[in-house]
């Protein structure tokens, strides 16, 4: 059974950073790819990063030059560097992998899940 832990959240200024991490357990099928998504409070779950198992990035085009997603496929960690961040970054951020080795944005390309953690950001 694979089970995807984010940790890292909290709340900063604007302009502040963030470092969240994933671990993941049971998921021993590396190849696969994984991502960060995010939601804000009456919004949908939106795609912000992903990454495959060599290194292809995707990022959406609201954290491009700000935010960084890396992973670590020999600790099955997934990482997500988050600079210059602003109010409109706030959002409860999700962790996600799949078995398939290309990525996608949207969250219907994922099937293992995070619970969840918050970021928030002031101005």
């Known amino acids: 059974q694979v089970q995807l832990q984010e940790s890292g959240g909290g709340s900063v200024q604007s302009g502040g950073s963030l470092r969240l991490s994933c671990a993941a357990s049971g998921y021993t099928d590396s190849s696969g790819c994984m991502g960060w998504f995010r939601q804000a409070p009456g919004k949908e779950r939106e795609g912000v990063a992903t990454?495959?198992?060599?290194?292809?990035?995707n990022y959406a085009d609201s954290v491009k030059g700000r935010f960084t997603i890396s992973r670590d496929n020999a600790k099955n960690t997934l990482s997500l560097q988050m600079n210059s961040l602003k109010p409109e970054d706030t959002a409860m951020y999700y962790c996600a992998a799949r078995r398939l080795s290309w990525c996608v944005m949207g969250r219907n390309g994922f099937s293992y899940w995070g619970q969840g953690t918050q970021v928030t950001v002031s101005s």
């Open positions: 990454i495959t198992s060599d290194g292809r990035l």
